[in-house]
């Protein structure tokens, strides 16, 4: 079956980007999502990319796809105290009608 | 506010008894998800309904039952709960695509 992986952890000092990634395996994923988890809170759609597009940016957010080697990447510009929580990758599998997630990873901004 | 709405938002239970996890969604979405979040796990796919009058297991379905009530409302029941299913409960719904909106989430511990 469809897997996703992400690294765990990430810590980075406030003002600086940061890059988190995410490699999947299943060719025919249509759609890519990242989503943010807050302590004690669901988690909240960020922002998502269709397979057939790039890169796509909205305000800090730059989204990365390579198709060629299944990997996505989100990058935040100017990071702040404010983005530290968990970000999840999902890739959406049209041959089974749901998104397969990856493990999370704990963005740190240091201050 | 429109979006995914759970119930209770915390619950102790012990070994044995029964409950119902409640979930509703106000925004017309066809397909509503069950996940449990464990540390170190991410998020596991307990059971899904891709539409009205369909339910169908995920990776963790052990233990667990679903009713897909009607196009709003997907319970899930734990018939009788065992300390392996202490977790954050999480529901969720989509339209095809997988933009999936998340209530808050349930916290249930088992002793």
């Known amino acids: 079956g469809e897997d996703v992986e992400q690294s765990l952890f990430l810590s980075v000092r406030e003002g600086d980007s940061s890059v988190i990634n995410c490699t999947y395996t299943?060719?025919?994923?249509?759609?890519l999502y990242w989503y943010k988890q807050e302590p004690g809170a669901g988690l909240q759609l960020l922002t998502y990319i269709f397979s057939n597009m790039d890169m796509k940016q909205d305000q800090r957010l730059t989204v990365l796809l390579n198709k060629k080697d299944k990997h996505l990447s989100l990058r935040i510009a100017d990071t702040q105290t404010g983005d530290s929580a968990i970000y999840f990758c999902?890739?959406?599998?049209?041959?089974?009608?749901?998104?397969?997630f990856g493990s999370g990873t704990r963005l740190l901004v240091r201050p | 506010n429109a979006g995914v709405t759970q119930t209770p938002k915390f619950q102790v239970l012990k070994t044995g008894q029964s409950m119902t996890l409640q979930c509703a969604q106000d925004?017309?979405?066809?397909?509503m998800y069950w996940y449990r979040q464990d540390p170190g796990m991410g998020l596991r796919l307990i059971y899904y309904s891709a539409s009205e009058g369909t339910t169908d297991k995920g990776e963790v379905p052990n233990g667990y039952n679903v009713s897909r009530l009607n196009k709003r409302e997907f319970s899930l029941r734990l018939e009788s709960a065992a300390p392996s299913q202490t977790s954050v409960y999480f529901c969720?719904?989509?339209?095809?695509?997988?933009?999936?909106?998340f209530g808050s989430g349930t916290r249930l511990t088992v002793v």
């Open positions: 969720a719904s989509s339209e095809a695509g997988g933009g999936y909106t």
């Open positions: 999902a890739v959406w599998m049209d041959s089974s009608y749901k998104l397969i």
């Open positions: 925004m017309n979405h066809n397909s």
């Open positions: 299943d060719s025919s994923s249509t759609y």
